[in-house]
């Protein structure tokens, strides 16, 4: 019996393994690349570089003009980032606490907007931006997406799961709505807003349509578009290419890393109360 035991688990971290090995194997011939001459990737890869080539990364950041365009996915994607977990925040509390006329009439709506593609209204959105003269602005990057229905859904079915009498004590102490909301229900659901705000960053850095359809110079354009116009140039490129992909994948690993214990502990926290 613990023969058979042992050997489901050698099977099931083999599995794991492998899928791990899997997983990973394309960012580290993205490393490997990033390091390797031109003529040494177009040679096909022999899994490590025959000579580093750390150049790639300061052409990249120079010639690629990656400085601007992570500064300006760095500045778009932090709004958007904070815009997206207030207002989620409200809506959250707003659909969990408060009784109003249609309200769930209005939150099947907030629903509605996770099912309705982002093309069949791309188009529209497009031209709202250019009659506001917002092209090649800020505000084109940032406004549309400052407010997330699924932020908004994920937070309630968190905010859902603190007992009532939680709220019923804070406001017998006098607590009015926006006090018991930042006082008490935001530090008690930290772990689900962090997860809402990692979903946020993730979705908002690696954008790539909106970026492209919205700006048309470098001063605005993000790394999602700068990475795409290094790899439409010539094969002496293809390196300082793959370096330009590392350093866009860099904040997303690291914010990965570090909110890695959060993300789990969020979305367990609204998977269950409806």
Known sequence: MHANHTSKLILRYAALTL????????IYATIVNSLSSPVDVSRGFIGYPRALQWDNYSKAWNQGHFSRYLFNSAVVTVAITIG???????AAYAFAFLRFPLRRTLFVGFLLTLMI??????????????NLGWKNEFSALIVPFLASGFGAFLLRQAFLQLPTELREAAFLDGYGHMRFLWRIVVPLTRPAIAAMGLFAFL????????????????????????LKQLAAGSVDQITITYAGTVLAFLPIAILLIVFSKQLVRGLAAGAVKG
Do not use: H
């Open 117 to 130: 593609p982002g093309e069949v209204t791309i188009l529209q959105n497009v031209a709202t931006i250019t």
């Open 203 to 226: 979705g908002a850095w690696n954008q790539y349509l909106w970026p492209l359809l919205v700006t048309d110079i470098d001063q605005r354009r993000t790394v999602q578009v700068g």
């Open 84 to 90: 997206q977990v207030i207002t989620a925040i409200l």
């Open 19 to 26: 899928l791990a090995a899997l997983i990973v194997f394309p």
